[in-house]
């Protein structure tokens, strides 16, 4: 292309290959970036079950907005996003001691967020026994059916983390900070405080639009 | 191989450019001869449409076969190997196709309007002039069609009886799956879908039988599930009406609810129903969205071949 | 469990019962003996040469990106015969089935396919064709030649590539699978809703058909971030974005589609499996369902998903066509920008999948003019590969050939996409042939240009070129079954035939559709000629022996390296100072490969970890689909205890030294050296 040859370079003085490692790049940097794409991924999956909750709160039409608000108790929600919160939270705390290189600190913000997270899924599942049990089940309809796998997908990505959590609590113990260790921490970062965002809209959306309109 | 398949085989084996031509005599295909308004005008756009995309089309492949040929190796052509750019062709190279698209987007608009199937330009531009519209329920069960008259209180399976000249206005609904309703040489596609109402119009032009079928995927009877339009002038029209309302069958919502259940209607068996209670249409759109399900039993969806033999010997027995 | 099911079910064997086996059918018992003859004469072959450690150790639990593409380009062309196999059937079946007295066999009312057995082909067909043969054959081109084209040692995330083969490896076994156990979803590769519901579709046909596709979909979509993540960080110094081959543009742009859409299949996938197995109602018809959200889900991965298809296609046309006119690529910049162009207009398109739903005259006109919108950077291309050969010196080799015939289908394809987009036309065609034959002419032109590909870049690969002499007795063969079966399909699209049909009740059409079965017969010839091609290629391989470029006219990186390709694909990284960079060097006489001081070179060391899950994960879905609960908690609960485990593992990588190296780049210049004997 004539681009290139505007600067013509003579043979000799032409860097033609890298020496040393070049295949390393920036490892980090790689492997974080595949996992921002990740959560593009699964970003584009709440946003299809968010577009099938707009769809099928449509179809329900007024009776949806009484059904969430008959159903669903914001205030107890509140209390979920509190300890939600509160354990990402904790969890950048964490990144806050790794930056300093201290395992204990690390340990004890990661600790926590696993104890508030365990908290977060027992109150989840107590709410959905609850409704299960007076008989407000996604079988009743369309609208019902999406808000609760919209409920009950997020929980599954916090069983996720927290499992996650545990995992790297063992290989921190294990390995300390290398650089496997230190970039499934900071990938957890990114899925954990993603988790907290889906919640904001899971709390608008499913808890507090019922109680406002 | 028999003297016929030899016969056979040598007519298939100088085939495409024999069906080019015997495409002239036009047997059989349907779009290119339409007897109705809707699918004049459709003919008419589609014409348009091609034509145009013909006069680029044709010029890109001559293009294309002549710089292969011109510029072939050996072939004296002259050769700039850097040569790859030119503010002026690729200004005419993205300026042709967004021309063509601009004018093929307005012409498409414009069609879109002319044939809706709510309400369609093409009937509705002529005010009453077209005549007073015949009203037609149509409801797809799995695997047949039932046309109810509303005003006449008359019910026809698969077949359709409508006077020539006069508008028809369809409202459709399925029991169970989504089917597709067409008359090709009368009008296009519209979808018939459970628990929803759609609509259609058409116009036919001359009195003449056509073909109907259902086009979406809707289970093993989709390829039996067709019925035949017969349109017929005014006075045939309603000597017809006044002949099924004396038939002594009956279509209340009881009867639906049997009738509806999965039938592969190889037989056609061409009911008439004199008396019809009103509302049916309506009826079944309200029990569907509240979860009125019409089962397919295994036995039609499952390995299907001791249910076909029974079929066949059905057929054998003479019930075609 | 949770939902009426038609037919027994107990605790231990879920659904399963010895009825599942269709041994009273005769095709499907001829097919097992087959399948079982070719799996017989493979793994005694694999015993008698004692290959089974050699399989194990160097492919099934390989890393190297170009193994896994191999692979990937296997699997794609095996489901391609399945998939030809079901299309023979389709073509034959309604040949035979014309109007009300052909004759009936195998208990069929007409021809020799019941329309459960027929509505089943339809759908393997169709699902076979698009994900699990043009796609696997895509993404193992892609696989190969990105990471060579820019320059990397590997891709960015080897484990993840091996992943994301065996995923869609155990879902093409899935489909198998359904021909002998069970049966595979009857009705269309994409679904229909309410119709793939459970009061519809009782048996586990749906089950099997949505497993399969989730698990593929799950695969790609690996695929696809390891692909971008790639090409984003691992190009070689010196590589600007807009010093990237064009192919590897196509890749981006088309995993970029792939990142985006699959999501939204895994969705709609996801809903109607909580649909028929708890109950819920997201796509009924009734009780606050919704069937169009099916369609709408579906199609804004569909129709992305086409182009996802397309763009490397165009790719493999853009490095196939310069390379064959001895010149450089005419408008690169447009060439890139019309890639993004058709990546970005197919998000807004999908409504036109259902034009007949009866939407408002406003929103079909919006989505109609959408469409059409997609043949802007559709034609610019043309032009530009026009204008490519222009002033150049065309070679009518192979690649070229098959690149050719790729722009001709395109230009049919692309009149016959407008004539779609058209809607009012549309509506009258809309489920008929027509349609049926336009998206034809475009998958053949992707697999016209996926040929093309397989012969350009086969001598990079493995070392040696593919004879020609077979390959165009094949490519004109291709060529006539082709015409003979899409000329009278697209008239039978005027016609008004509709899909799908299993019995044909318009006489008139007969002539037609024998002809389309004259066409299948020019297609099995030229099958035949493929594996002469091949056969030939195989057995004449030490004499068609060729260098780092047999083409000669080369001018990407892939070009630069020895042929085949060493495991750590270039001892030294290149640093790239142009566009075409091998073009540049051998313009300006720096074509040798540099042969100084060797050093050590880090690899990712081989692991039977994505086998294992890829196995599990075919045990999870086959569970699922006979309902076998705990078999499915079991499975699930393996693989999840799997990716823990592996996660624990030190030792990814291992080390090249210095001294291999060497010797292996003293081999392949030797080999370079010794003239080829036969």
């Known amino acids: 292309m004539s681009a290139s040859t505007n600067t013509r370079m003579q043979p000799g003085s032409t860097v033609l290959w890298e020496k040393g490692d070049a295949a390393g790049h920036d490892a980090l940097g790689t492997r974080t970036f595949g996992f921002w794409l990740y959560m593009l991924t699964d970003a584009m999956v709440y946003a299809a079950l968010f577009a099938a909750f707009g769809v099928l709160a449509h179809n329900a039409g007024l009776t949806s907005k009484s059904m969430l608000a008959s159903v669903f108790d914001a205030q107890a929600a509140y209390r979920d996003t509190i300890v939600l919160f509160a354990s990402v939270l904790a969890y950048g705390y964490a990144m806050v001691a790794l930056k300093k290189g201290s395992r204990t600190g690390v340990a004890i913000g990661i600790i926590v967020a696993t104890i508030l997270g365990v908290i977060f899924l027992n109150m989840v599942t107590g709410d959905l026994e609850h409704l299960f049990s007076q008989g407000v089940v996604p079988q009743l309809n369309g609208f019902l059916s999406i808000v609760f796998t919209l409920v009950i997908y997020h929980a599954l990505h916090i069983v996720v983390g927290v499992l996650w959590m545990l995992v790297m609590l063992m290989q921190m113990g294990r390995d300390g900070f290398t650089s496997n260790v230190v970039y499934r921490l900071i990938n957890l970062r990114i899925f954990w405080h993603f988790q907290a965002v889906i919640w904001v809209f899971l709390f608008v959306f499913v808890y507090l639009q019922g109680k406002v309109i | 191989m028999s003297k016929r398949g030899i016969k056979g085989a040598l007519k298939a084996l100088c085939a495409p450019l024999l069906l080019m031509l015997s495409g002239c005599s036009k047997s059989g295909l349907f779009l290119l001869e339409p007897k109705g308004l809707i699918s004049q005008v459709t003919y008419h756009y589609f014409n348009l449409d091609v034509g145009i995309m013909l006069l680029i089309i044709i010029p890109t492949a001559l293009l294309a076969i002549w710089a292969m040929w011109r510029y072939r190796k050996g072939g004296g052509g002259d050769y700039r190997p850097e040569w790859s750019h030119s503010y002026l062709i690729e200004a005419i190279v993205w300026g042709i196709p967004l021309i063509t698209v601009g004018v093929l987007s307005y012409l498409s608009i414009k069609a879109i309007y002319q044939v809706n199937p709510y309400n369609p330009g093409a009937i509705s531009s002529k005010g009453t002039a077209a005549g007073k519209p015949l009203d037609v329920d149509v409801i797809a069960t799995d695997w047949r069609w039932l046309f109810i008259y509303p005003k006449q209180k008359i019910a026809s399976v698969d077949r359709l009886v409508i006077p020539a000249g006069v508008p028809v206005r369809f409202r459709l609904t399925s029991t169970s799956v989504v089917n597709d309703f067409i008359i090709p040489q009368l009008v296009g596609m519209i979808d018939v879908m459970p628990g929803m109402r759609t609509k259609q119009a058409l116009v036919a032009d001359k009195t003449g039988q056509y073909v109907g079928y259902s086009a979406d995927y809707s289970g093993a009877g989709l390829s039996w599930m067709n019925f035949e339009t017969k349109a017929v002038t005014k006075a045939q029209f309603a000597a017809w009406v006044k002949k099924t309302q004396a038939a002594p069958q009956t279509m209340t919502y009881a009867d639906f609810n049997r009738f509806a259940k999965p039938y592969l209607a190889v037989h056609h068996h061409r009911m008439v129903f004199g008396r019809v209670q009103s509302g049916l249409l309506d009826y079944v759109v309200r029990e569907v969205m509240s979860g009125k399900v019409w089962r397919t039993p295994m036995a039609m969806t499952e390995n299907m071949v001791r249910y076909m033999k029974k079929q066949q010997a059905n057929v054998k027995a003479g019930e075609y | ?678």
């Open chain 3, 1 to 678: 469990m949770f939902v009426h099911l038609q037919g027994p079910w107990n605790p231990v064997w879920g659904r399963l019962s010895l009825q599942a086996i269709p041994y009273q059918n005769p095709i499907l018992v001829g097919t097992f003996l087959f399948a079982m003859i070719a799996a017989l004469a493979i793994v005694g072959a694999v015993f008698y040469f004692r290959a089974g450690p050699y399989l194990w150790r160097e492919w099934f639990t390989t890393v190297d990106h170009k193994k896994i593409g191999v692979m990937y380009c296997l699997l794609g062309l095996v489901m391609l015969f399945r998939g030809f196999i079901d299309a023979l059937m389709i073509r034959s079946q309604q040949a035979m089935a014309v109007g009300p007295h052909s004759p009936g066999y195998l208990g069929a009312l007409h021809g020799y396919l019941t329309p459960f057995h027929i509505g089943q082909v339809y759908t393997a067909h169709g699902l076979i064709m698009v994900v699990f043969a043009a796609t696997p054959l895509l993404v193992g081109i892609m696989n190969i030649v990105v990471p060579l084209q820019i320059g990397a040692r590997d891709m960015a995330y080897p484990y993840l590539n091996a992943l994301g083969f065996w995923l869609t490896a155990a879902a093409a076994a899935l489909v198998m699978l359904s021909l002998f156990v069970g049966n595979f979803a009857h009705g269309g590769w994409y679904g229909f809703l309410p119709y793939f519901e459970l009061p519809y579709s009782p048996g586990v046909g749906v089950d099997y058909w949505m497993w399969a596709f989730q698990l593929s979909a799950i695969g790609t979509t690996m695929g696809s971030i390891n692909l971008i993540a790639t090409i984003v960080k691992m190009r070689a110094p010196g590589m600007t974005w807009m010093r990237m081959p064009i192919f590897t543009w196509a890749s981006l742009s088309t995993n970029l589609i792939a990142l985006t859409s699959f999501p939204v299949l895994m969705v709609s996938l996801a809903l109607l499996g909580l649909d028929r197995y708890f109950g819920t109602h997201f796509y009924t018809a009734g009780q606050g369902g919704n069937l169009m959200l099916y369609n709408d889900l579906f199609w804004v991965w569909g129709h992305p998903e086409v182009y996802f298809l397309i763009l490397p296609a165009f790719g493999m046309m853009s490095e196939i066509i310069p390379t064959f006119s001895e010149k450089t690529l005419f408008g690169y910049a447009t060439m890139v920008v019309a890639s993004f162009a058709i990546g970005g207009v197919s998000w807004g398109v999908w409504l036109h999948h259902f034009f007949t739903m009866a939407a408002e005259p406003s929103v079909n006109s919006f989505y109609s003019v959408t469409t059409m919108l997609v043949g802007i950077p559709t034609g610019v291309k043309v032009f530009n590969w026009i204008f490519t050969m222009y002033r150049g010196r065309v070679r009518f080799e192979l690649p070229m050939l098959w690149a050719l015939l790729a722009l001709f289908l395109l230009l049919v394809g692309g009149m016959t996409g407008m004539m779609n987009a058209f809607a009012a036309s549309d509506y009258m065609w809309h489920n008929g042939v027509f349609v049926v034959a336009h998206f034809h002419m475009m998958v053949l032109l992707i697999a016209s240009s996926i040929f093309g590909a397989v012969e350009y870049w086969f001598p990079k690969v493995f070392g040696f070129k593919l004879e020609q002499r077979w390959g165009k007795w094949f490519f004109w063969f291709m060529v006539l079954g082709t015409a003979w079966v899409f000329v009278p399909m697209f008239i039978l699209g005027f016609a008004g035939m509709t899909r799908r049909l299993d019995y044909v009740p318009v006489t008139q059409w007969a002539p037609y559709l024998r002809v389309m079965l004259v066409g299948m017969a020019f297609y099995v010839v030229a099958l035949g000629f493929f594996v002469a091609h091949l056969y030939v290629s195989l057995r004449d391989r030490m004499k068609n022996r060729v260098g780092a470029d047999p083409w000669g006219t080369t001018r990407n990186l892939e070009w630069m390296t020895h042929s085949p390709v060493p495991a750590y694909n270039f001892a030294f990284i290149p640093r790239v100072h142009a566009r075409d960079e091998w073009a540049w060097r051998k313009e300006h006489g720096m074509a040798n490969l540099g042969n100084e001081s060797f050093e050590d070179i880090h690899m990712p060391r081989n692991t039977g970890v994505p086998v294992l899950l890829g196995a599990l994960s075919f045990a999870l879905c086959f569970a699922l689909v006979w309902r076998i609960w705990w078999l499915a908690a079991a499975c699930l609960g393996l693989v999840v205890l799997v990716i823990i485990l592996r996660s624990f593992a030190r030792k990814t990588d291992e080390v090249i030294p210095a001294t291999t190296v060497a010797g292996v780049e003293r081999a392949a210049q030797d080999a370079l050296a010794s003239p080829a004997r036969g």
